[in-house]
């Protein structure tokens, strides 16, 4: 893999030359005489150019009577005559004009100030800085009412993008990602673009934005829009940072505290003390985090970027290397990209752009040992005496847990787990001026990429049921081939200098198709020669094939207007059909559509502001669609197993999924008002706005009741789930001299409420916890807050005899007859006597009050520091650790000091119930608050300090050091409080345990060329 | 404006006769069958009912399996076993300190529903399927049955439980709403599907080979007089199990310990059994027991191991034979495994370094891999002596002492064992219930005879568990079994938290109340 990034980097030294003729230097300023970096000098018709330094400093070889031509966005283009000077110094002018930010909103870009929707732009400069192997990342904190939700600290893990709350009840709540126009896959993660490449990311939050993109933009959308070429010298930039992380460690109990426990909980329930445990019998035991867990795992990133080209070609060209290990021995992530891209200007009507990108990832699976590291007991070595090793293999030597915790240690040493995936994605773009008016586009897109996963399984025994008997190996190749066809055509064009009009229509063709083939074998002859490791070596008698594929397509038809009126009114409308295979042929077809007004204030005549300087309203209103849901989610589909019949094997056929014939749409509509306000010359900037989102015909996987015999899910469409919510984005940029201070503050605040139910629908429950009777620990009722989280109410711990014997129903029946002091006291709210389903209540709201990031940005001379804080407040956690953590159920670890917060008689104002094996009472064994914590949190995500240098020949030099994760204020208990498992509804705020967000010191140096 | 008009319309065009629209919207599922055109051959048809076996024992070891052993851990007969890796779903339950919301509950509901479900759709769909008239009239039959078996399953552990009876009822909304029927509903359903069943049904010699194990009018009798039986209807019951005992179909295994052999599955006396092959192509078609129940000491899970107090039942009776094929001893040879001279029982991780030899699987018999779910043998539901004994304790109840005694001494002249023809009254009753628990023992008959059979009206299960239960009083006060008592992680006075009032039923499973919103209501004291 190095190899290849080594390739690619001299192929790319070799392609630029440079011409050497009059030397011409000098020194740009802004109108204050500040100096700008990064100005476009290009010789007048030839490709040879050259970019100004840190200082604004440049030089460039000319012939005697050439003419420069120096650019830069947000500055007027001027033209010089060299007229055989050696020395050019250059002030450039402000472009008023064209500082009025282009932004691209689907099928098209036009000015912000042409928009009437809700959209957040965050610009490439702003990722580029956060040191991330994720895009996603780097947006949380970013744009108001964006929520970044961190997958955990495993390498290659994806965050969840959350955009504006929840309006779908399914697991998939990823806005969709159009990237350079092209509709990715559902499901795709930003892992595939590396964040260097990206110019710019739009998010379009409310329908009236998103309704161009229809049928899959429920969730919202992120655009995002690569770098490409600028016509001028070639432009060289090559990042590199090295870096490494780590977590805290979380500190369990030794082997004397888990014994302690061991036989509190025994001789609580009066146990014969035969069964307890010696604690002269055992030592310190065994750190299982330490046996497991590597303190600093390395991680490395380099780019090399270069564009160029003249006026008829552009071109640009990036490759980047990312590698990140795990912090256990097994587990990493590599991938290399590399992005091509061409602009060619046929003629002055013809444009062609031809983007192409490959990646190749490589992973080893990361082993979620943290869980385990936790549970198993300390008593247990990591390996067997090596007297009891003989006749055993290396994967046999482990210690066999006391507790049913498999050793993390094995499991590590038996994990062969190993993926590649390679793509290749093409984009192409024709673009024909028709007239000065009209512009036809045509574009083809698409994906073909490729995921192999080996799995090898070593043959071991560790104990009775810790044991294989026969090894095997499993290989699959997933294929995908995705395509979209995109045909549009824009009139655009201002009417008596007042009247701005932009028309688009367009048909869209989208198909997404995937297959898998896999096969598996047991018996390969060797465990450890791993040449071995393929299906042409098993010898076993167990030889299966599993393969299918599947195809998804839309048929869509855009309609779009965009008016403006002098630049006061601003009308949007559009309209999109869609037709989904997904859906049976009655539900097929889906109408969005969508109008947005704003109203520029400040543009008024009448308005006279000496403070304000931009004032505008907006109000939109808009249909979205969703299909999330099994693409096979119509059909009753048969499966097959096995019976025996007169001593031989026979097939069986059964109904392996119930179909819903009825299925249609999810239908979002959304109502949203704004404000946006700048003052002072955009000084201080404010945005706001007002959203109500309802979820029409949710389409959810149904848990029937069992009786129903049905098997898994089926899909339906359930309710209506409405979504209010506030964003508001508020700025302050100001420079002095030397000094510039940049604060952004994003806080957003929303609710989602069941507002209507399909019959059999009125309660939709998640997360069933086996640990707690299968009991579903999240609820969503009708008129109520969605995934609230569901329990008894604990009324605090029995302290006497006498508390124990009041605790009953009006009529005198014992509540709790099983409890003994000690135990929780549960609340019998309907007052019947008895505690069931009918005393569950609502005891956890896991959505946050409010929920923001802070950005701060500072440039003192060459010296720039940023700083990213991201926050949730006033949510609440559902900590499942707190099953067993301070339990010891199962026999399981407890955390250090356990034995401190669990009541005793000596420590009665304890918040864990007593100790206890039986737990009669249960304490553990069922839904309470007492695993509901405050997960309100408030983290430095990210904090650079830069330093920027000059070097002879470079333009730009910079030196950086990075810290990620740094800080994390919060009262949570559990190991990190940014946390969701599964499903957003079922998961959001639900703690499992799972690997948590590390720790990242990296040093980089960014050097333009 | 015009333009666009134009050109919207010229690009529609294009894309309208370039490509067939249908074509492109139409994606039907790949690689599997459909529900609406899977019924169309005899042979898809008799697939579909296999499907409906395929939920007897369930797929592996957990579905159903476990928990019917967990209810012989539940009695007098086992130890939950492995003290190793206790674990609160299972021990617990076996202590009766139950956890309502053990998985084993919540699977061996959901997996008998699920056969249920399959059974609805058969006899749904099947009437249609143009075949051979005999075949359809057999194929529902056994459709029938099966749905009886597992609502009779469900009603002795559960009691009344929702009655789905046909697969349009869960296609309707009001499915949703669906409470629990009352026991006696319940017992009728299954008594109208068995009677059904009966007369379309082969007898067991008139099946071909390849077809052995398939139901027969044998196996809807004998399981109408166990249905006749728990509900006290004696005279049926007795008049049912004479029918079968005088068909002819069956008859007893002549040496005890070749009921259990590898290889005899569907042996002479067998009625209705789930037969396990070895086939490592494909996934559990073998059995579990021998490993989930085999010894820590033997490649086993440890689960299940017998107690004294069973071991001491067969010795009052001076039962070897039955003793020998029933019970292997730590440190003792295995009766028919010559492989075998000293059997590890690992006592320190299994409370009675006792295994069940009916579920064991000898040496030479074992398949390599030695793997669960690949392991041959056999599951017996009702084999001919069950039957015998049925008869035996109607005929008893029946006033017929003399039936019941000949009955009686059917089953005891196989074992060599002299029968007492002057037994009488409350004797002979105890003599046919203790012969039921000897001849039976191991084969997850023991909980649903002693919750069922009554002293007064007071159930056996109460006076054998509980604080005072012959069992927990042999077991803390008299036992000097070298094993139980030194092995304390699993208590010896296990069962005495046995309440008559709660563990009559297990309970509902929790989640099944959550999902149908409050409508399927608990057991009382859970």
Known sequence: ?1009 | MKKIVLFLTIITALVYTSCDKEEFLDQPIQGRQQLDDFFSSEQNAENFVNSIYRKVNGESWFQVNFQRQINEMATDDNWAGNTRQPRPDITGISQYNVFAGSRYFVLFWESHYIGITRANISLDRIPDVDIDEDKKARLLAEAKFLRAFFYFDLVRNFGGVPLVTSYNEILQPSINDKERSSVEEVYAFVEQDLMEAMDDLPLKSEYAAADLGRITKGAARSLLAKVYLYQEKWAEAQTMAKVVMDSGEYSLEPDFADLYKVGNAHGIESIFAIEFINNPTFTEVGGQFSITNGSRGDRGWGWGSPTSDLENAFLSEGDNIRLRSTIIKHGEPVFGDPAVTSFDGEPSENKSGRTNRKYYTPIADRPEPYARGQIPGQYMHIRLADVILMHAEAAYFNGDETSAKNSLALVRDRVELDTNMSLSGDALRDAIWKERRLELALEQHRLYDIRRQKINGVPRIASILGPNGTFVKYNTEESTDPFETTNLLEPQNSGTLFDPNIHMLWPIPPDEIQLSRGKITQNPGY
């Open chain 1, 1 to 1009: 893999m190095k190899q290849l990034v080594l390739i690619f980097i001299s192929t790319l030294c070799l392609s630029f030359t440079v011409a050497s003729q009059n030397n011409v230097t000098g020194n740009i300023t802004d109108d204050q005489g500040q100096p700008i970096p990064g100005v476009n000098i290009l010789e007048k018709g030839t490709t040879n150019g050259f970019v100004s330094d840190f200082d604004g400093n440049y030089s460039i070889s000319v012939g005697d009577n050439a003419t420069l031509v120096f650019s830069y966005i947000g500055f007027k283009t001027q033209e010089v005559a060299v007229n055989s000077r050696g020395t050019i110094n250059i002030s450039m002018v402000t472009d008023n004009e064209q500082l009025a930010e282009v932004v691209v909103i689907g099928y098209g870009a036009v000015k912000r100030d042409k928009i009437a929707t809700s959209i957040s732009s965050v610009d490439g400069e702003e990722i580029s800085k956060q040191v991330a192997s994720n895009a996603a990342e780097a947006l949380q904190g970013k744009a108001a009412g964006v929520q970044v939700l961190s997958s955990g600290g495993s390498p290659g893990a994806s965050p969840r993008i959350l955009v504006r709350g929840i309006t779908t009840v399914l697991g998939n709540a990823s806005p969709l990602i159009v990237l350079d126009g092209v509709l990715q896959a559902s499901g795709t993660s930003l892992n595939s673009i590396n964040p260097r490449d990206i110019e710019s990311m739009d998010i379009l939050k409310d329908a009236a934005a998103s309704a161009i993109y229809g049928s899959r933009a429920s969730n919202g959308v992120i655009l995002i829009t690569t770098k490409r070429g600028k016509a001028g010298k070639t432009v060289v930039n090559f990042d590199f940072n090295y870096g490494v992380q780590g977590w805290d460690k979380v500190e369990v109990a030794d082997a004397q505290e888990y014994i302690e426990v061991y036989n509190a909980r025994r001789i609580n329930d009066n146990a014969d003390p035969s069964v307890l445990l010696n604690p002269d019998d055992f030592g310190a035991g065994t750190d299982w985090w330490d046996e497991v867990v590597e303190d600093f795992a390395p991680i490395v990133n380099a780019n090399l970027r270069a564009s160029g080209g003249s006026d008829n070609i552009k071109y640009g060209a990036s490759v980047s290397f990312f590698d990140q290990q795990s912090n256990y021995s097994k587990g990493n992530y590599q991938r290399v990209t590399a992005r091509f891209n061409v602009d060619f200007k046929i003629s002055d009507k013809i444009t062609l752009k031809q983007d192409l990108t490959p990646r190749i990832e490589t992973f080893e699976n990361t082993p979620n040992l943290l869980f385990n590291s936790l549970r198993i007991d300390p008593i247990t070595p990591v390996f067997i005496p090596q007297s009891e090793r003989v006749g055993r293999n290396e994967f046999s030597i482990f210690g066999l847990s006391r507790n049913l915790v498999p050793n993390p240690v094995g499991q590590l040493a038996r994990q062969f787990a190993q993926n590649d995936f390679f793509a290749l994605v093409s984009n192409t773009q024709l673009e024909y001026k028709i007239s000065p008016d009209f512009t036809f586009n045509s574009q083809l897109g698409f994906t073909v990429s490729s995921l192999t996963w080996e799995v090898f399984n070593p043959e071991y025994f560790i104990g009775p049921n810790r044991q294989r008997e026969i090894n095997n190996y499993t290989k699959n190749v997933t294929q995908n081939f995705n395509y979209v066809i995109n045909n549009t055509i824009t009139f655009d064009k201002t009417i008596n200098e007042k009247h701005y009009l932009n028309v688009l229509g367009g048909i869209l063709f989208d198909s997404e198709s995937t297959n898998y083939l896999r096969g598996f074998r047991d018996g390969i002859p060797s465990n450890t020669n791993q040449n071995l490791w393929q299906l042409d070596a098993a010898e076993g008698e167990t030889v299966r094939a599993f393969g299918n594929e599947g195809t998804q397509n839309i048929l869509s038809g855009v309609f779009r207007t965009i008016y403006s009126f002098d630049n006061r009114y601003t009308l949007n409308a559009s309209v999109r059909v869609d037709q989904s295979s997904r859906f049976p042929k009655d539900g097929r077809t889906g109408i969005f559509s969508s109008v947005s007004l704003a109203w520029d204030i400040d543009s008024e005549d009448w308005f006279k502001s000496e403070a304000i300087n931009n004032l505008r309203l907006k109000i939109g209103v808009g249909e979205l669609g969703n299909q999330n849901i099994s693409r096979d989610g119509q059909f009753f589909a048969i499966g097959s197993d096995s019976f025996v019949f007169g001593g031989e094997r026979v097939v069986s056929n059964f109904l392996s999924q119930f179909g819903n014939t009825n299925l249609q749409w999810e239908t979002v509509r959304d109502k949203n008002f704004g404000v946006d306000l700048g003052l002072f010359n955009n000084e201080i900037t404010l945005s706001a706005e007002y959203y109500v989102k309802t979820s029409e015909d949710l389409l959810n996987q149904v848990l029937l009741p069992n009786f129903t015999g049905v098997p898994g899910t089926v899909a339906q469409n359930v309710g209506s789930i409405e979504s209010k919510g506030i964003d508001i984005a508020l700025g302050y940029n100001k420079k002095w001299n030397d000094f510039t201070l940049g604060l952004n503050l994003t806080l957003s605040s929303n609710e989602s409420t069941l507002v209507e139910a399909a019959p059999g629908n009125e309660v939709i429950l998640g997360q069933r916890r086996p640990t707690l009777g299968n009991r579903f620990v999240k609820i969503t009722e009708l008129g109520e807050i969605v995934g609230l989280f569901q329990g008894y109410k604990n009324d605090g711990i029995f302290q006497n005899q006498t508390e124990l014997n009041s605790h009953t129903s009006e009529d005198g029946t014992i509540i709790q007859p099983n409890a003994q002091i000690g135990d929780l006291r549960f609340v019998d709210q309907n007052g019947d006597g008895q505690l069931d389903d009918e005393d569950l209540v609502t005891i956890g709201n896991p959505f946050p009050d409010f929920f923001g990031g802070l950005n701060v940005n500072m440039q003192y001379k060459k010296l720039d520091l940023s700083m990213q804080w991201y926050g949730t407040f006033g949510n609440d956690v559902y900590n499942g650790n707190l099953e067993y953590i301070r339990a010891g159920t199962q026999n399981l670890n407890v955390l250090a000091g356990t034995t401190d917060v669990v009541w005793t008689p000596t420590n009665t104002d304890a918040r864990f119930p007593r100790l206890t094996e039986l737990d009669r009472n249960g304490n553990y064994q069922n839904p309470s608050d007492l695993f509901i914590e405050d997960g309100s949190y408030l983290r430095l995500r990210n904090i650079q300090l830069g330093y920027n240098f000059n070097v002879k020949g470079f333009q730009r030099c910079r030196l950086y050091v990075s810290g990620q994760n740094l800080i994390t204020i919060t009262d949570y208990s559990g190991f990190d409080p940014e946390v969701q498992s599964g499903g957003i509804i079922n998961g959001l705020g639900v703690d499992f345990g799972r690997n948590p967000v590390a720790k990242t010191y990296l040093l980089g140096l960014n050097l333009t060329l």
